[in-house]
């Protein structure tokens, strides 16, 4: 006895001769099924539509919630290709064991210094790199890292442009108010 039909594999496979202890009563029933006189959760009634089958069963398509997914690369598994951080929850760190920089101190120093904006979005990235890091999302984690950095570096450049205005604008208001003022000579 199995519970459902859910097929040769995956998770929800059962091991031959049923479920717990291997043994069912002799009055039919068990956790999947019922006595066939009664229906109820393990069985649909005869006159019943959906999957052709009752609660405990899965749907003919194959695609059901006791089964692994067809493609590789779902949680828990590697990927078939090396490179990169991987992807998916649940995969092995990439050699080292450590997570990317996740470039908060210049995040900061760009936000308070340079650009307001700009640096929040890069702060924002850059407490996404640990937390993604921690979940096993190491392709994420590697991902939000360049975005912070990328981040930091636009706020810099944003915050040297902003200064250099306001130094012209002031240069330029000096030039103009001591060419305004007329000079007095004795």
Partial sequence: ?????????????????????????????GYGQQP?????????????GGYGGGYGQQPPS????????????????????????????GQQPPAGGNPP?????AAILTTLFCCLPLGIVSIVKS???????QVGDYQGAALASEEAKTWWKRS???GAIWWVLVIL????????LAASVPSSSY
């Fill in 1 to 29: 006895m199995s519970y459902g039909n859910q097929g040769d594999g995956g998770y929800g496979s059962q091991p031959p001769g049923g479920g717990y202890g291997g043994q069912q009563p002799p009055g039919g029933g």
């Fill in 36 to 48: 066939p006189s009664s229906g109820g959760y393990g069985q649909q009634p005869p006159s019943g």
């Fill in 101 to 105: 920089d996740n470039h908060l101190v």
């Fill in 127 to 133: 407490t996404q790199v640990n937390s993604k890091w």
């Fill in 169 to 176: 604008f002031y240069v330029v208001v000096f030039v103009l």
């Fill in 156 to 158: 810099l450049i944003a």
């Fill in 62 to 89: 194959g695609g059901g919630y006791g089964q692994q997914p067809p493609s590789g690369g779902g949680y828990g598994q590697q990927p078939p290709s090396g490179g990169g951080y991987g992807g998916g929850y």
